[in-house]
């Protein structure tokens, strides 16, 4: 695991960031009041501790930051990683889109030590789930679980481009965050038929271990999602969509107005999901890792657990 030693922002381009202890991250943006943040591939930059530490040794008196970096991690060799790695530090969850970038000799550090790391030692990743990051937090490369998903969304307006899908982007971040390989996220209208149909092709043949669904799981005539994952299972499991309403109780009790339904289709689970992006994360916080051990299960990857 690594540590947070510094968080930094800048309010310009092209000079050196200030440490300032803690800042928010936004989903799909990077810092909040950081001028690299924005809906683009280097959203956040990271850099090793180690790595500044040997440029100290050299004589240069460099601050935090200096480099452009905005999480100064500690513990690991960050240009060694590969793309795709996935970072999570408390309920931040970041993905690792670039190593390295040219050298832009006009930098602040460039013109006063003739040289600058950020190019060769430093990353740079996208937020998949927003948060608080501040120094001392734990930062862990989340191990890949071996596991596929994919996230479907039913929602009529989603599918004709007159709203942006939220909820299956955030229920991909939370499933990234887990250690599963997202395959695809998709949005369909809320159409019994056609959701019905993508369930199976998910499962059948492309050959997902788990398809969690998104909207369509309540009281309205269009909200067809149970109906639809109801036709495509092979066996139920009910006990995941009675945990996932009991949380939600907690929180709100419009929960029991839900009608989700969780199921198998075969060796794979299907699980629906509420439509909004908060609950979604709650959700799936709640119930992802107790799902570890009936994914096991499910796919033959472990055996029976039992006491005498």
């Known amino acids: 695991m690594g540590i947070v030693r510094a968080v930094c ?25 950081d001028a690299h943040a924005g809906k683009w591939h280097r959203q956040v930059s990271l850099l090793s501790f180690e790595e500044v530490e040997k440029f100290r040794a050299r004589g240069a008196k460099v601050e935090d930051g200096a480099f452009g970096e905005n999480l100064l991690v500690e513990g690991y060799d960050l240009k060694t990683l590969p793309v795709g790695t996935v970072f999570r530090c408390g309920e931040v969850v970041l993905e690792l889109t670039q190593i390295g970038k040219k050298c832009h000799s006009e930098c602040e550090i460039y013109k006063m030590v003739g040289d600058c790391i950020m190019p060769r030692e430093g990353v740079f990743a996208v937020v998949l789930r927003g948060g608080t990051v501040q120094t001392g937090d734990t930062l862990e490369v989340v191990a890949p679980n071996g596991y596929t998903a994919a996230v479907l969304t039913a929602s009529d307006k989603g599918s004709r481009g007159e709203r942006e899908d939220i909820s299956g982007p955030a229920a991909a971040a939370c499933l990234k965050g887990f250690g599963y390989a997202v395959k695809s996220v998709g949005v369909l209208a809320d159409d019994e038929d056609a959701i019905y149909k993508e369930l199976v092709r998910l499962v059948d043949e492309e050959k997902v271990d788990a398809v969690f669904t998104t909207g369509g799981t309540g009281l ?4 067809h999602t149970p109906e639809a994952t109801l036709r495509a299972a092979t066996r139920q499991v009910p006990g995941i969509a009675e ?7 907690q929180i709100t009790p419009r929960a029991m107005l839900s009608r989700a339904v ?17 609950a979604v994360r709650e959700c799936l916080d709640y119930v992802l890792p107790a799902l570890s051990h009936g994914m096991g299960i499910l796919t033959g990857r472990e055996g029976e657990c039992g006491s005498r």
């Open 9 to 33: 922002i800048s309010e310009q381009k092209g000079t050196a960031k200030k440490n300032v202890g803690s800042a928010r991250l936004i989903e799909n943006w990077g810092l909040e009041n």
């Open 220 to 223: 309205s005539a269009r909200d």
């Open 243 to 249: 945990a996932i309403r009991w949380n939600s109780l």
């Open 262 to 278: 969780s199921v198998m289709r075969n060796r794979s689970l299907i699980i629906n999901l509420p439509g909004s992006p908060k």
